[in-house]
């Protein structure tokens, strides 16, 4: 699906498997079913330990070998889960005959690491019965200061190379993954309202689950997202991590009918065009 000027691609059901790829800025967010298409992602971030969220990860290890990337993938994750992953990918090594490396990049809530040149990212603390981690992407963007607007282009350019200091930067939250969380997370992690793009579990939706089922493992439900619906002022809210309760061609209906339309309108459920979740 497009969601603003970014491409997202993969799969997401509660419980089951949760993958998501977006090539621009050429990441993966967790590694639930390893899909061919999202192998060759060279940076990982992944939200926690659970398996339907980390298990395929030495699967997409294996997929990348047969598309010659030898370069072992960055891989972000809590800090405290970096240990038993690395040693459960050792052991799995010794299966598989074969490599299957990472580097592995522990992070803590709070905690800011570079990307590449242009993009950052941020870890935000989130609320599971696991150790896990929310991750804002941002972009630092140059522009021309406001006092230099009316130059022409080569005087631009000579000032520049006389050494002027002609350029602003701004820090643009582009993009947030945040699942398998309390919703308190937004509450105490505000800058999640604000990216151009959001991507979020949404795992239960009416009254087939009680927002107090809901909390007792840890997940969100609609109603918490409503009673908020004012404090988001994301341009797109990707809307994921359904429960198995419902079919993929009634989420939307259901959203059409208990989401205000100011929020409604911003929100696109990550589901497949079908009556049946994949596998």
């Known amino acids: 699906m497009t969601a603003g000027p970014y491409t997202l691609r993969g799969v997401s059901l509660g419980g089951v498997y949760t993958s998501l790829a977006c090539p621009e800025l050429g990441i993966l967010f967790d590694a639930g079913m390893p899909l061919?298409?999202?192998?060759?992602?060279?940076?990982?971030?992944?939200?926690?330990?659970h398996v339907d969220h980390v298990g395929s990860l030495p699967a997409l290890l294996g997929i990348r070998a047969l598309h010659g990337k030898t370069r072992p993938p960055r891989v972000f994750m809590p800090a405290e889960i970096v240990d038993d992953l690395t040693t459960a990918l050792r052991s799995l090594t010794k299966l598989q005959h074969w490599p299957l490396e990472i580097e592995a990049i522990g992070m803590t809530a709070g905690e800011e690491r570079e990307l590449r040149g242009d993009l950052r990212i941020k870890a935000v603390q989130t609320f599971h019965p696991v150790p896990s981690l929310a991750y804002v992407i941002t972009?630092?963007?140059?522009?021309?200061?406001?006092?230099?607007?009316?130059?022409?282009?080569?005087?631009?350019?000579?000032?520049?190379?006389?050494?002027?200091q002609m350029l602003e930067h701004e820090e643009r939250a582009e993009l947030a993954y945040v699942?398998?969380?309390?919703?308190?997370?937004?509450?105490?992690?505000?800058?999640?309202?604000?990216?151009?793009?959001?991507i979020m579990e949404c795992t239960f939706l009416d009254a087939r689950k009680s927002r107090e089922a809901a909390r007792a493992g840890c997940h969100i439900h609609l109603d918490e997202v409503i009673e908020r619906a004012d404090k988001f002022t994301n341009e797109t809210i990707v809307m994921m991590h359904f429960?198995?309760?419902?079919?993929?061609?009634?989420?939307?209906?259901i959203l059409d009918a208990r989401v205000p339309p100011d929020l409604r309108r911003r929100i696109?459920?990550?589901?497949?065009?079908?009556?049946q979740w994949p596998g």
């Open 243 to 253: 429960s198995q309760l419902y079919r993929p061609d009634e989420v939307a209906k």
């Open 179 to 198: 699942t398998d969380t309390l919703i308190s997370a937004f509450d105490h992690g505000p800058e999640l309202f604000a990216p151009r793009v959001l």
């Open 268 to 275: 696109i459920p990550f589901v497949p065009d079908t009556t």
């Open 36 to 49: 061919r298409s999202l192998a060759t992602m060279d940076t990982i971030l992944l939200s926690h330990g």
């Open 139 to 164: 972009r630092r963007v140059s522009k021309l200061k406001p006092e230099f607007h009316g130059l022409a282009g080569p005087e631009i350019a000579a000032r520049r190379r006389a050494g002027e």
